[in-house]
């Protein structure tokens, strides 16, 4: 099986500064759902603080692309989730952006051309428009054979059972 990540953005209007996810999706139980989250994360050390602000996923999205291009997009999606999820930065700022590429071995002035030219705006829309037809609105979302979708953070048992499923289907 072949797996492939794509940029969208889930909350495109977000302005650049961000917003406190208690303000713009104030109906989630944020102390449940951050439970969960540790409790999930735990066995895989994935430390998950009490994120307060949402932010504007535009270049750090397209800072993804950059570093799928340069061959770096798993350390670099490492270093973002770290970021964001437990040191809890601003995966928006730009300043940001550019030290997480610095810190993956990645060029932090041709990154910085690329996001002042939206080298990767392009792709970023198309993905996203694609998303929205597809209904998919949260990350992360899994499609497995075109037709099969798992959509937040499940369980590994749940993805095991889903693949014992397609495997089992007819060819």
């Known amino acids: 099986m072949k797996d492939e990540w794509l940029p969208f953005e889930i909350h495109p209007e977000t302005p650049r500064e961000g917003v406190l996810l208690t303000e713009s999706l104030s109906h989630i139980n944020w102390p449940d759902l951050y439970a969960r989250l540790r409790k999930m994360g735990a066995p895989y050390e994935k430390i998950f603080a009490d994120v307060l602000v949402l932010p504007n996923s535009n270049a750090v999205l397209q800072a993804g692309e950059y570093a799928l291009e340069h061959g770096r997009?798993?350390?670099?999606?490492?270093?973002?989730?770290?970021?964001?999820?437990?040191?809890?930065?601003?995966?928006?700022?730009?300043?940001?952006?550019?030290?997480?590429?610095?810190?993956?071995?990645?060029?932090?002035?041709?990154?910085?051309?690329?996001?002042?030219?939206?080298?990767?705006?392009?792709?970023?829309?198309?993905?996203?428009?694609?998303?929205?037809?597809?209904?998919?609105?949260?990350?992360?979302?899994?499609?497995?054979?075109?037709?099969?979708?798992?959509?937040?953070?499940?369980?590994?048992?749940?993805?095991?059972?889903?693949?014992?499923?397609?495997?089992?289907?007819?060819?």
């Open 73 to 171: 997009f798993e350390k670099f999606n490492e270093a973002v989730f770290k970021a964001y999820f437990t040191d809890l930065q601003n995966i928006g700022a730009r300043s940001v952006i550019l030290e997480l590429a610095e810190e993956c071995s990645l060029d932090a002035e041709d990154l910085a051309r690329a996001l002042d030219e939206n080298r990767y705006g392009a792709r970023l829309r198309a993905v996203t428009k694609e998303a929205r037809s597809r209904s998919i609105n949260s990350a992360p979302t899994f499609i497995i054979d075109n037709k099969y979708v798992i959509t937040g953070m499940q369980s590994l048992g749940q993805f095991r059972q889903l693949f014992q499923n397609v495997q089992a289907e007819p060819r």
